[in-house]
């Protein structure tokens, strides 16, 4: 199934995960504190609304301050965007505007990636090695939702932590080689 077909078909809880995978996969933009959506992922295990949690993140994650370049924007993007009220109704198109920026994210910083891969139904074919990868977590994260319920959320949030640390790795080389790049510069 694709996952433009798994996202249509997923209930509120795997789209409110699906959303916040592909957020929290991108918070080495942000910063490095690797916990401060961990309180969201708790009420979608518990069941209790999100709204104060998801205030306190974008407090401490500086939500709606300029970003330094278009891939941090975009993820900025995805935490002012995120619905208040959990209804599927409310996550269905932020689910959807995240799997879109986060797969940009990672084309952004992928230097192996194409101009024009964003998202494709067909699977990973042409994607760049970062980007299929993306691709095969997001669609991870909604199926185990949808095969497991609530019991997938601790399987999903592995997969998401395992994402996250890959891209951070990319943005510490990416800012290794834009500091070499500026000595090298100056000499």
Same mark, same amino acid.
């Given at each position: ?9 997923? %209930?509120?809880?795997? !789209? ?7 957020? %929290?996969?991108? !918070?080495?933009?942000?910063?490095? %504190?690797?916990?401060?959506?961990? /309180? ?5 295990? %518990? ?6 949690? !998801? ?46 920026? @986060? ?25 760049? /090695? ?41 943005? @510490? ?13 100056? !000499?």
């Amino acid at each position: 199934m694709s996952l433009v077909e798994l996202i249509a078909r997923a %209930d509120e809880r795997a !789209l409110a995960a699906g959303g916040l995978a592909c957020l %929290d996969r991108c !918070l080495p933009l942000l910063g490095d %504190d690797d916990e401060v959506l961990r /309180p969201l992922w708790a009420s979608l295990a %518990d069941g209790s609304g999100w709204a104060g949690d !998801l205030a306190r993140a974008r407090d401490l994650l500086g939500a709606g301050r300029p970003a330094g370049d278009e891939a941090a924007l975009l993820v900025h993007r995805m935490l002012e965007s995120a619905p208040a009220e959990r209804t599927a109704g409310a996550l269905r198109p932020w689910a959807d505007a995240c799997s879109v920026a @986060s797969l940009r994210v990672h084309r952004l910083l992928d230097p192996a990636a194409g101009d024009d891969v964003l998202r494709a139904d067909a699977g990973d074919a042409g994607a760049s /090695p970062l980007v299929a990868a993306e691709l095969r977590r997001q669609a991870m994260v909604l199926e185990l939702l949808a095969d497991h319920g609530a019991q997938g959320l601790r399987r999903a949030l592995e997969v998401t932590v395992e994402g996250r640390r890959v891209l951070r790795a990319v943005v @510490s080389r990416r800012a290794r080689n834009t500091v070499e790049a500026g000595a090298r510069a100056a !000499l």
